[in-house]
């Protein structure tokens, strides 16, 4: 379970915690939280939010913006995902949400091995958000911020389920961009989705449509 350990070892340091949810999918946005945990008013029950069910990371959702010191969430939308690449995307969206903290933090422990720059120095940990409470707690925020956003990609675009899978690679979503072909929210620069276009602009019977 993640601890504070490494928030406190750092002191004086204002520390924050800083996560993504999105970077696999092949539709919908990148999105980025960091968070500044009040090391007197920590949540119970805090981890990796992959490791917590839809309920439990609502509920802690909720204890974390009501009990941090500071938290941010960001996105970088599906168009700048295309015009720089995820990776770049992922940064931009971190970069964001440490920007947007006030009061503003001296250090930033990212979750992965990837010293992304996000304007003040970085401390990366692989497996971060099994390590530190401040991850832990970024990766609930981003995690529910991005699914939300796919809940209402879903109202948009209701022929592809986004608001059950979330934009990943699932038989459903497969099926849908095979019916369909992919909507706005569609990452086209994904390999699985230029395949898709090569595949029905192919196609006779989309040839003679």
């Known amino acids: ?8 070892a750092l002191r004086p340091t204002l520390v924050c915690g800083v996560d993504e949810a999105g970077r696999g999918p092949w539709a919908g946005p990148v999105s980025a939280a960091a968070v500044i945990l009040d090391p007197a008013d920590i949540p119970v029950g ?16 909720v204890e974390i913006k009501a009990r941090a010191r500071a938290w941010s969430v960001a996105f970088a939308e599906v168009e700048e995902i295309e015009a720089l690449n995820i990776l770049a995307a992922t940064g931009l ?8 903290l006030s009061p503003a933090p001296g250090l930033a422990l ?24 401040s991850i832990a707690a970024a990766s609930i925020l981003a995690k529910t911020a991005r699914d939300r956003l796919m809940i209402e990609l879903d109202a948009r675009y ?24 992919p909507c706005p929210a569609h990452r086209m620069g994904w390999k699985p989705i230029r395949d898709l276009l090569a595949a029905r602009a192919a196609s006779p019977l989309h040839s003679r449509a």
Do not use: C, W
């Open 46 to 61: 805090l981890n990796d939010s992959k490791q917590l069910t839809e309920r439990r990371r609502g509920a802690l959702e």
């Open 93 to 100: 969206a971190m970069r964001r949400a440490v920007q947007a």
């Open 110 to 133: 990212i979750d992965g091995n990837y010293p992304f720059d996000v304007g003040l120095p970085v401390k990366t940990l692989i497996g971060g958000d099994g390590l530190s409470l």
């Open 1 to 8: 379970m993640p601890t504070f350990v490494l928030e406190a």
């Open 158 to 181: 209701p022929a592809y389920g986004f608001a059950r899978h979330k934009g990943y690679h699932a038989a459903e979503h497969v099926a849908a961009l095979a019916a369909h072909g």
